[in-house]
T-cell receptor, first 114, second 110 residues
Framework: DTEVTQTPKHLVMGMTNKKSLKCEQH?????MYWYKQKAKKPPELMFV???????INESVPSRFSPECPNSSLLNLHLHALQPEDSALYLC?????????????FGDGTRLSIL | QKEVEQNSGPLSVPEGAIASLNCTYS??????FFWYRQYSGKSPELIMF????GDKEDGRFTAQLNKASQYVSLLIRDSQPSDSATYLC??????????FGPGTRLSVLP
């Protein structure tokens, strides 16, 4: 078990559905991240939140919408996804943005788009 | 474009041997270096991190950093079948600029 908790663990949705992925950490970390990982590939950075503000958006399509309601929570809202969006979505956190501390990953949400 | 390179493997070693995993990076301004282990279908798990030139040891794991050569390695002593996984090298070139290498698949043979 990790200290970064992601729900749900698995999600199957149709291309017209709206769903959300959730991530929670209680380590007092002030930077939180969303990554997408396809099979046999490394994680690809999607978004970074620093002190609850979006600081990096790696040109992610607008069908992915991140939200950081408070310092412990990070959401990823999904709408009108495509089959190629099927992947493992990883949330990570680190102590402080820019301090070179390691990122700690949650167990991920395995997303399948029908 | 900041790049991190690793030999994709698979790297096969017999049980009890030393496994040596290598990583090179392109950005000379990189400041911190991380090794993650990822089992199939699981999330990356932090194994080691290193900031300064030289060696850093933690149990059976040793990370080695040579900034002049832009090279970081991970040695696993007394390799066990449970060490079989993909090892991801990650480099932070400052701020939140965290770049992963493609990973090396390690297979430890009983």
């Amino acid at each position: 078990d990790t200290e970064v908790t992601q729900t749900p663990k698995h999600l199957v949705m149709g291309m017209t559905n709206k769903k959300s992925l959730k991530c929670e950490q209680h380590m007092g970390h002030r930077a939180m991240y969303w990554y997408k990982q396809k099979a046999k590939k490394p994680p690809e950075l999607m978004f970074v939140y620093s002190y609850e503000k979006l600081s990096i958006n790696e040109s992610v399509p607008s069908r992915f919408s991140p939200e950081c309601p408070n310092s412990s929570l990070l959401n990823l809202h999904l709408h009108a996804l495509q089959p190629e969006d099927s992947a493992l979505y990883l949330c990570a956190s680190s102590h402080d943005p820019g301090d070179n501390q390691p990122q700690h990953f949650g167990d991920g949400t395995r997303l399948s788009i029908l | 474009q900041k790049e991190v390179e690793q030999n994709s493997g698979p790297l096969s070693v017999p049980e009890g041997a030393i496994a040596s995993l290598n990583c090179t990076y392109s950005d000379r301004g990189s400041q911190s270096f991380f090794w993650y282990r990822q089992y199939s279908g699981k999330s990356p798990e932090l194994i080691m991190f290193i900031y300064s030139n030289g060696d850093k040891e933690d149990g059976r794991f040793t990370a080695q950093l040579n900034k002049a050569s832009q090279y970081v390695s991970l040695l696993i002593r007394d390799s066990q079948p449970s060490d079989s996984a993909t090892y991801l090298c990650a480099v932070n070139a400052g701020g939140q600029n965290f770049v992963f290498g493609p990973g090396t698949r390690l297979s430890v043979l009983p």
